[in-house]
T-cell receptor
Framework: DAGVTQSPTHLIKTRGQQVTLRCSPK?????VSWYQQALGQGPQFIFQ???????QRGNFPDRFSGHQFPNYSSELNVNALLLGDSALYLC????????????FGEGSRLTVL | DAKTTQPPSMDCAEGRAANLPCNHS???????VYWYRQIHSQGPQYIIH???NNETNEMASLIITEDRKSSTLILPHATLRDTAVYYC??????????????FGGGTRLMVKP
């Protein structure tokens, strides 16, 4: 049973560029959340997708957007990259009716130069 | 969600029990206590959660005080692989309540030989 898979694992971008990160949830899960984790800090909630719609959003600017596909996989897009966007981006999946127990992927490490 | 307070770091001898405390003095009656851990370079891993009764699973035990203002996560026989940052999170449990978990600084547990 595959867990949560994310791609790419590492990537380097320059300021002003755009990036797309991808996530496949754990088999049977229908809800995907995205978190940003800066070095030395705990993860910060970006947003959650369920039934292909954004259901909940944390305190992140509109430069951060996402999408969920009919197969429940998801993408995180970040436009106009800033140096401060350098972080580990974590995807977590769950069943909508079972809250709180999230399964996280290994993350995508983004470095913005 | 209620705020939690955890010691920044703790040491534990391999094979001994690791007791990780968490204060959540402003917890509400409908808020659960969740514990996650994050091993270096991996995504967070769900450990256990509870409301007011003590809980045990194959990974750990959760002891919640009667007034619910604090809790303790117990790893009964710590191994070197338990070295990680442990996060105590308090949040409402409800269908479709969302997957916004508020991670604090956590406790960095170092298990030593």
């Amino acid at each position: 049973d595959a867990g949560v898979t994310q791609s790419p694992t590492h990537l380097i971008k320059t300021r002003g560029q755009q990036v797309t990160l991808r996530c496949s949830p754990k088999s049977g899960h229908d809800t995907v959340s995205w978190y940003q984790q800066a070095l030395g800090q705990g993860p910060q909630f970006i947003f959650q997708y369920y039934e292909e719609e954004e259901r909940q959003r944390g305190n992140f600017p509109d430069r951060f957007s996402g999408h969920q596909f009919p197969n429940y996989s998801s993408e995180l897009n970040v436009n106009a990259l800033l140096l401060g966007d350098s972080a580990l981006y974590l995807c977590a999946s769950s069943l909508a009716r079972v809250t709180g127990e999230l399964f996280f992927g290994e993350g995508s490490r983004l470095t913005v130069l | 969600d209620a705020k939690t307070t955890q010691p920044p770091s703790m040491d534990c001898a391999e094979g001994r029990a690791a007791n990780l405390p968490c204060n959540h003095s402003t917890i509400s009656g409908n808020e659960y206590v969740y514990w996650y851990r994050q091993i270096h370079s991996q995504g967070p891993q769900y450990i256990i959660h509870g409301l007011k009764n003590n809980e045990t699973n194959e990974m750990a035990s959760l002891i919640i005080t009667e007034d619910r203002k604090s809790s303790t996560l117990i790893l009964p026989h710590a191994t070197l692989r338990d070295t990680a940052v442990y996060y105590c999170i308090v949040r409402v449990w409800a269908n479709n309540a969302g997957n916004m978990l508020t991670f604090g600084g956590g406790t960095r547990l170092m298990v030593k030989p």
